[in-house]
């Protein structure tokens, strides 16, 4: 992983474990950040509502984009 940030000297000076902590993605972390957003608005697509100002609209075609159905 440091390999790919030799362009950005902030990042080649990291350790690989840190920047996997930076730049990975964990389950647990993920399941927090979700849980926590539907605490403070009830659901995810409030927030992105709220938060994020994304219509239904919009929010369809990020579906439709990222999501395989």
Not at 24 to 38: C, H, Q, S
Not at 41 to 49: A, K, M, T
């Amino acid at each position: 992983a440091s390999g790919a940030f030799r362009d950005m000297p902030r990042y080649a000076a990291l350790d690989p474990v840190t920047l996997r902590a930076l730049w990975g993605v964990e389950a647990d972390y993920l399941t927090t950040a979700f849980a926590a957003v539907e605490a403070q608005h009830g659901s995810f697509e409030r927030y992105l509502d709220a938060v994020l100002g994304l219509d239904a609209a919009q929010l369809e075609r990020l579906r439709e984009a990222y999501l395989e159905m």
